[in-house]
């Protein structure tokens, strides 16, 4: 039950795209297409902003779009805005009928 | 509204236990699976154990496998997580959270739904 693998950080300006990758394997994101991200505040509890790969839950702007291709994950942020400043967890549902987060992605808004 | 509130959490020495409770509202509880998520201090998150709608499926993380237990009540529209043999490393923030479920006549394997979270202090 290792943690899927994301960068520590990424970050850009105001209106640009930013790309979260999340690594795992053949057991969670090869294998499936249960694949989740997770928006976090600072100081507040974690929200869904997409779930099944790409799909989005209402509410959540069309700025954030999911992708895989094999083992990875990968969450982009198009037209950055001061508000998506946050953390953002991905998570797999996995092939021993657990769950596994990533290890998360401080995003920066510069 | 959709609610889960997370009860119980105190400060506890090292091998002691603790109850979390999670109290749910604004949906049938029954119908849903439930999980327990942590984040330790300035950490990540961390699935910690999930339980079928009926209680007849569990599944722990390996961190806390034998000494954790989860439970739930669908009477009292409640879920519950006995912690045992505490370990400092258990210090965390622990969110109750719901399963999406079955959407469109397929299962969704996602949380759509967060507690705010109850803190736990393994220390002495």
């Known amino acids: 039950q290792s943690a899927l693998t994301q960068p520590p950080s990424v970050s850009g300006s105001p209106g640009q795209s930013v790309t979260i990758s999340c690594t795992g394997s053949s057991s969670d994101i090869g294998r499936y297409n249960r694949v989740s991200w997770y928006q976090q505040p600072p100081g507040t509890a974690p929200k869904v902003i997409i779930y099944?790969?790409?799909r989005r839950p209402s509410g959540v702007p069309d700025r954030f779009s999911g992708s895989t291709s094999g083992n990875t994950a990968s969450l982009t942020i198009s037209g950055l805005q001061a508000e998506d400043e946050a953390d953002y967890y991905c998570?797999?549902?996995?092939?021993?009928?657990?769950?596994?987060f990533g290890t998360g992605t401080k995003v920066t808004v510069l | 509204e959709v609610q889960l509130v997370e009860s119980g959490g105190l400060v506890v020495q090292p091998g002691g236990s603790l109850r979390l409770s999670c109290e749910a509202s604004g949906f049938t509880f029954d119908d849903y699976a439930m999980n327990w998520v942590r984040q330790a201090p300035g950490k990540g998150l961390e699935w910690v154990s999930l339980i079928s709608w009926d209680g007849e499926d569990i599944s722990y993380a390996d961190s806390v496998k034998g000494r954790f237990t989860v439970a739930r009540d669908n009477s009292k529209k409640s879920l519950y997580l006995q912690m045992n043999s505490l370990r400092p490393e258990d210090t965390a923030f622990y969110y109750c959270?719901?399963?999406?479920?079955?959407?469109?006549?397929?299962?969704?394997?996602?949380?759509?739904?967060w507690g705010k979270g109850a803190s736990v202090t393994v220390s002495s």
């Open positions: 998570c797999s549902y996995t092939s021993s009928s657990t769950y596994v």
């Open positions: 099944e790969v790409r």
């Open positions: 959270t719901k399963d999406k479920g079955w959407e469109f006549g397929y299962y969704s394997y996602y949380m759509d739904v």
